[in-house]
């Protein structure tokens, strides 16, 4: 009998992922747009500093477009945890998971550069 009640359709399980997706990909953007930006900090650096941060993007650049992916997957697994109520949890903390390591991301992006 109580195997039946969790099997039974969550019919708001629709609302953590569509929140998930409403903050993640505006925040992905947004990471995406200042990470691209970021190699004009170093416009007016000398010969040395520009190697130093030119050496040290090219890493943090691939960790942020990784991260995203990353967040991008964790975006389409919230959407496809099978709609049951045994999964509301599971489906809720994928969904938190999201923009977190989109935040995680971008933060370990700035940390990566050797700013000048």
Request: charged residues 15%; aromatic residues 12%; contains cysteine.
């Amino acid at each position: 009998m109580l195997d039946d009640l969790t099997d039974l359709r969550d019919s708001r399980a629709w609302i953590a992922p569509l929140v998930s997706t409403l903050v993640t990909l505006p925040l992905a953007f947004f990471a995406i747009v200042f990470g691209g930006l970021s190699p004009m900090a170093c416009d007016s650096c000398s010969d040395t500093e520009s190697d130093r941060f030119d050496a040290s993007f090219g890493p943090a650049w691939t960790v942020l477009c990784c991260g995203l992916v990353l967040s991008l997957i964790l975006l389409v697994v919230a959407w496809a945890v099978p709609w049951q109520q045994r999964n509301a949890a599971r489906r809720v903390l994928i969904t938190v998971l999201a923009p977190a390591s989109v935040f995680l991301t971008y933060v370990t992006f700035a940390a990566l550069i050797d700013w000048p």
